[in-house]
């Protein structure tokens, strides 16, 4: 994280450590992770910044109180930009929102640990103005902003003609990669490089993320290839041309985005 005055206060900030110590937890089995867990830290601090100069409130409990509502959403509109009826960083103000929701279900578990009537209350009240108002007050801007951005807005489509030359140039790198690696020379570098260049065939082949790509282990790769079998009787209704293409390719089930099974191809 980079070290500012977001990470100062949110370092002294016992109730955002313990958000992020629940995010690590969700997620911290997953190393490309670790800077989704500190962006969101860093909202909540920005908001926390925002809240101590305009209001003196000095933690996020403070801000998590039913008297400090109007506040809170005064505070949200600095941070993301709500001028107007327009909103600069509309999706910033939703993942706030939801990280505060998530921050006062915590205050909620330690009031009801540690047999804390007001407390529990003050939480739940806290609960219900965000059910009753955040709707109206907040999101509705939000939502409206990011949905007119999509309007109009220009989709840039490769040309096929792009696609076969990158494609060509990848195989012949690799090849290069391949000979010069057999001959022993620079192994280091060329091995680098090769890894790279298959992962880019990985990618324009599958047109997936490149972060799913690059994740996947070679367990997986390995069990997917031996146990990717075609049953006998789906193949003989299949098509002459689709027994082939199942012949020269194999699928392999890979982690998607949130955890969702996806696949991959490679050809042989």
């Given at each position: 994280m980079r070290d500012d005055d977001v990470k100062s206060i949110l370092q002294t900030d016992d109730l955002i450590l313990s958000f992020?110590?629940?995010l690590f937890e969700k997620v911290g089995c997953n190393d490309h992770q670790f800077q989704y867990v500190s962006q969101r830290l860093r909202e909540l601090g920005t908001l926390l910044i925002v809240m101590k100069d305009q209001y003196g409130i000095r933690s996020l409990v403070e801000v998590i109180k039913p008297k400090n509502w109007k506040k809170f959403i005064q505070g949200i509109m600095v941070v993301a930009g709500y001028e107007n009826n327009t909103v600069n960083v509309p999706s910033l103000s939703l993942k706030i929102g939801h990280s505060l929701t998530k921050c006062a279900q915590i205050l909620r578990a330690q009031a009801l640990i540690e047999g804390n009537d007001e407390k529990l209350s003050e939480t739940d009240r806290f609960l219900q103005l965000y059910k009753d108002e955040w709707e109206y007050r907040v999101s509705s801007y939000a939502l409206s902003a990011l949905h007119g951005a999509k309007f109009n807005k220009p989709m840039f489509v490769p040309l096929a003609e792009d696609v076969i030359v990158l494609n060509k140039y990848l195989k012949?790198?690799?090849?290069?990669?391949?000979?010069?690696?057999?001959?022993?020379?620079?192994?280091?570098?060329?091995?680098?490089n090769l890894i790279e260049i298959l992962l880019a065939q990985i990618i324009l082949f599958n047109r997936r993320k490149s972060g799913e790509a690059q994740r996947i282990k070679i367990e997986d790769l390995e069990n997917g290839l031996r146990n990717n079998s075609l049953d006998e009787d789906i193949k003989k209704s299949l098509s002459s041309f689709e027994q082939e293409l199942c012949s020269t390719h194999k699928r392999i089930e890979i982690k998607g985005k949130r955890g969702k099974k996806g696949t991959c191809d490679f050809d042989r």
């Open positions: 992020g110590y629940r012949q790198k690799a090849s290069s990669c391949c000979t010069l690696l057999h001959a022993k020379k620079d192994l280091a570098t060329n091995y680098s």
